[in-house]
Each structure stands twice: as C-alpha cells, then as structure tokens.
C-alpha cells in the first residue's frame, strides 16, 4: 500500500501563485499513477490533474489547463501540482492520489479509480 500527505496549501490572492507537494510513502511509488483532485464545500471531488509512470503523460481539467502544472520526483517519492494564475473558484481542498498501474502509458481522470489518498490540503484565493 501507498501513504500520500499533501502540502503546501495556504491563503493567497487571486493572479498569484501556489505549488503543493505530496510525499509518498511503501513499495515501489514509481510503478503508480499518480493525479489531484480538489473538493470545494457542498460539492463533490472533481478531477484536477493525472501523471504516468514518468509524468510525462499528463492530462487536466478543462477548468485548469494552461495554469496548472502536474509533476513527479519518482527518486524522492513526491509528486507536486504548481498552480499558477489562480482564481477564487479554485479555492478547495486538494487531495494527491496514487493507484499501481501496468505501464508508463496509463493515466485516469475518475475517482474511483484510485486507490490510495491523502488527506488533503486547503488551498484558499480571495479576490
């Protein structure tokens, strides 16, 4: 099994910049897939970000393209999302999530198809 804790997360203006960090920890952290997601109040985790094997597959959020960036260290077992012209809708809890997959072509958008997740870091922007 994986253990994931994020951080990074924090209050900052909207335009501005933040990068999350996730450190993993257990057994062979570079054959997994890794992504984010995020969960504002009273609505479900949505999909933000998903990186392969060497994270260079990477696939995002309509809502995040272009401002967000998804990648890994696989030799420090940490995976980072460095999110940049943020806005007030972007203000949620993010969470980091792993799952074992077969090659460095696989990559998933969909919650259910992980298997292990932090506990989640709060990310707020004001305007």
């Known amino acids: 099994q994986v253990q994931l804790v994020e951080s990074g997360g924090g209050l900052v203006q909207a335009g501005g910049s933040l990068r999350l960090s996730c450190a993993a920890s257990?057994?062979?952290?570079?054959?997994?897939?890794v992504g984010w997601f995020r969960q504002a109040p009273g609505k479900e985790r949505e999909f933000v970000a998903t990186?392969?094997?060497?994270?260079?597959?990477?696939v995002y959020a309509d809502s995040v393209k272009g401002r967000f960036t998804i990648s890994r260290d696989n030799a420090k077992n940490t995976v980072y999302l460095q999110m940049n012209s943020l806005k007030p809708e972007d203000t949620a809890v993010y969470y980091c999530?792993?799952?074992?997959?077969?090659?460095?072509?696989?990559?998933?958008?969909?919650?259910?198809?992980?298997?292990?997740w932090g506990q989640g870091t709060q990310v707020t922007v004001s305007s």
């Open positions: 257990g057994r062979t952290f570079s054959s997994c897939t």
């Open positions: 990186a392969s094997w060497s994270g260079r597959r990477t």
């Open positions: 999530a792993a799952v074992y997959s077969y090659s460095d072509s696989f990559y998933y958008t969909e919650r259910a198809q992980y298997d292990y």
